[in-house]
């Protein structure tokens, strides 16, 4: 947890690595998800300095509760700013540009 977390932070981020524990998951991976779930709640909230635009505006983790679980993306793929995130990660020229299916079409040749 960063710097200066709160207590609330800090019990919300070992429920979620021990829940993601007990369903099988590795400690290294636990760890990821609960930090990447409590980075967003804090970004939601206005607690970290930084935000990116999927944080504030995806629908929050607690509320979603498990229906992208499984199969991450979902029935109809992960979201615009799922792949754009993706693509700024890999370093895909134009991505701002593209629509949906650009972005997927970029990142799977990307792949090959």
């Known amino acids: 947890m960063p710097a200066g977390s709160s207590s609330k932070r800090e019990r919300q981020y070992e429920h979620i690595k021990e829940s993601a524990q007990d369903r099988g998951e590795s400690t290294k991976r636990a760890e990821e998800i ?52 993706e693509a700024k990660q890999r370093g895909i020229e134009g991505r701002s540009h593209m629509n949906k299916d650009q972005l997927q079409r970029a990142l799977d040749s990307k792949k090959s």
């Open 34 to 85: 609960a930090a990447r779930t409590v980075n967003k709640e804090r970004a939601r909230s206005g607690e970290s300095k930084t935000a990116s635009r999927s944080s504030k505006q995806d629908m929050s983790s607690s509320k979603r509760g498990g229906q992208r679980s499984g199969n991450r993306t979902g029935p109809q793929g992960p979201t615009r700013d799922q792949l754009y995130n």
